[in-house]
């Protein structure tokens, strides 16, 4: 049988990506994101003229009262479900108007709260189920608070500690919970930003998203580079760091 996959954040960058992969590699998918018009576009391009294996549902995850009924619905389109990857998210420019609440809590609202909608209604059916792999898209940004985008990068090592907590009380229940920790990536959210360290693109994210699902893992960066780098990085005192060129 067929595996499945809810992918939220569907419609471009990574999880549009990982979408594509999902299906290549024989899962059933179903498509979240709030533009129908892209959802239509990449359930078409995967499904082609066979029988369908891309189901979409246009929803905000900021309407967290009409999340479980999309859920509920598009588990019965895939016929049950597999896998759960949370890759949704915001990171507005960094503008005059840094210290903005407005704009931090509308970042929060969907990187932490849209996430622990989702993850919990996943984590509610793999645990009943004794089975599934969640996954929580955060980033390199939430392993440290540098200068600037600071509710971004306060709202992924939010998402990071949730996930961190998922796996410790879903641990002996058969249910992988996997932070992905993604480094620069060519996606629209930073087609904007000139210089991208070390930037992969969609697709080799995707591909390290799906090689940390099917190999079991915690936690991935991806590429895996920044794994010493954030190790290092990580380590430095604060008092150092904030003296330090990183913005
Ligand atoms: N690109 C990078 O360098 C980078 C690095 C580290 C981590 N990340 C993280 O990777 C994840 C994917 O980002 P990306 O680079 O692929 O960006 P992207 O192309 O902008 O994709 C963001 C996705 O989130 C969806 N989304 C945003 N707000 C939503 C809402 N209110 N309701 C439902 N869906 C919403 C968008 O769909 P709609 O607009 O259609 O709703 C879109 O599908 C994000 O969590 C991002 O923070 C990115």
Redesign the pocket.
């Known amino acids: 049988m067929l595996k499945r996959a809810i992918i ?9 990506a990982l979408a594509r992969r999902l299906a290549r590699e024989g899962y059933k998918v179903g498509l ?4 129908q018009e ?1 959802l239509d576009r990449i359930a078409g391009e995967i499904n082609g003229s066979g029988a369908p294996r891309a189901f979409t549902a246009a ?4 309407d967290t009262q009409g999340a479980r009924d999309c859920f509920d619905a598009l588990v019965q389109r895939l016929d049950g479900l597999d896998a759960l990857i949370y ?5 507005p420019p960094v503008g005059a108007e840094e210290f903005d609440p407005a704009k931090d809590r509308s970042i929060v609202e ?2 932490v709260i ?1 996430a622990m909608t989702w993850l919990d209604l996943g984590a509610e059916r793999f645990q009943i189920q004794g089975a599934g792999t969640l996954v929580g ?5 939430g392993d440290r608070g540098r200068r600037g985008q600071p509710a971004y990068a306060a709202s ?1 090592a939010a998402l990071h500690t949730f996930m961190e907590a998922l796996r410790n009380r879903l641990a002996t229940k058969g249910v992988q919970v996997l932070t992905i920790k ?4 060519h ?4 087609a904007d930003i000139e210089k991208m360290p070390m930037a992969i693109d ?1 697709d080799q994210s995707a591909d390290g998203i799906f090689r940390a699902m099917a190999r079991g893992a915690d936690t991935a960066y991806v590429p895996i580079q920044w794994l010493p780098i954030m190790a290092v990085i990580k380590s430095i005192p604060s008092v150092v760091f904030r003296r330090m060129p990183l913005d």
């Not at 939220?8 to 549009?16: F, L, T």
């Not at 890759?87 to 990171?91: D, P």
């Not at 993604?182 to 990536?185: A, D, E, N, V």
């Open positions: 939220v954040g569907a419609s471009s960058g990574m999880g549009e979240v994101a709030r533009r892209e929803h905000d995850v900021t890759t949704a998210g915001v990171m969907v990187n849209g898209v955060g980033s390199v940004a992924k993604p480094g620069p990536t996606t629209p959210m930073t969609a």
